[in-house]
């Protein structure tokens, strides 16, 4: 079988890319493998996905430049905000344009 490819996970240790992580691992056969991105790669809920087998990286959606070096190499982005973090429109949006500019 030819090299998996990876999918740059946002929010890899909250509900939505969590849940997406655990999917694309518990798939040993589906082609894909995980780039899970996180603010904080030492965090226990970062360290229970090192353990099930992925890549776990620092990245933070506030910072473009961590982001594109998140994003390398990837073959697909799943991008995801959390609103209710901070509750406001102008961050969201900052947020998102930092991930699509990165990706």
Known sequence: MSEKKVIAVVGATGSQGGGLV???L???????????????????KAQELVKLGAE???ADN??????T???????????????????SAEKELQEATNLV???
């Open 22 to 24: 655990r999917a694309i």
């Open 26 to 44: 518990d798939d040993p056969d589906g082609g894909f493998t995980v780039r899970a991105l996180t603010r904080n790669t030492t965090s226990v």
């Open 56 to 58: 776990v990286v620092q």
């Open 62 to 67: 506030y910072d473009e430049q961590s982001l």
């Open 69 to 87: 070096a998140a994003f390398a190499g990837a073959y697909g982005a799943y991008l995801v905000t959390d609103f209710w973090a901070h509750m």
């Open 101 to 103: 500019n990165a990706a």
